[in-house]
Nanobody, 129 residues
Framework: DVQLQASGGGLVQAGGSLGLSCAAS????????IGWFRQAPGKEREGVSC????????YHANLAKGRFTISSDKAKNTVYLQMNSLEPEDTAVYYC??????????????????????WGQGTQVTVSS
C-alpha cells in the first residue's frame, strides 16, 4: 500500500524556519511525483512545491519562491520541504501527496492537486507574529 507520512510541523515565530518531511512507502520513488500542499482555516487547499521523484526537477509556487525549498532523498524515500522566513500567513496544515507519473513529469501538471491520488495525513504549521 502507498503510504505518506508527513512530519515536522510545529509552532514557530515569524521569521523562523521549519523543515517538513514526507516519508513515502509502498511505491518506487523514481516513478512518482511528490507535492506539498497546504490548507489554512477557511481557505482552499493550495499548492506549495512539487518534485519529480525520478530526476529531481522541482517547482515552487510563487508563495514559496525564495523562501521554501523542496528536495528528496531517494535512499530514504523521503521528500523534504525546508521553509525559511516564515510568516503568519504560512499557518496551515501541510500535506504531502504522490502520484505515479508514467515517466512524464511536468510542473504544469503536478503543481495542481488534481492528479494526486495519494495523500498523507498532514502536519500543522503555526507561525506566530
Amino acid at each position: 500500500d502507498v503510504q505518506l507520512q508527513a512530519s515536522g510541523g510545529g509552532l514557530v515565530q515569524a521569521g523562523g524556519s521549519l523543515g517538513l518531511s514526507c516519508a513515502a512507502s509502498g511505491f518506487t520513488f523514481d516513478d512518482y511525483a511528490i507535492g506539498w500542499f497546504r490548507q489554512a482555516p477557511g481557505k482552499e487547499r493550495e499548492g506549495v512545491s512539487c518534485i519529480s521523484g525520478g530526476d529531481g526537477r522541482t517547482y515552487h509556487a510563487n508563495l514559496a519562491k525564495g523562501r521554501f525549498t523542496i528536495s528528496s532523498d531517494k535512499a530514504k524515500n523521503t521528500v523534504y520541504l525546508q521553509m525559511n522566513s516564515l510568516e503568519p500567513e504560512d499557518t496551515a496544515v501541510y500535506y504531502c501527496a504522490a502520484d505515479p507519473t508514467g515517466g512524464i513529469w511536468t510542473d504544469k501538471r503536478y503543481r495542481s492537486e488534481r492528479p494526486y491520488g495519494y495523500w498523507g495525513q498532514g502536519t500543522q504549521v503555526t507561525v506566530s507574529s
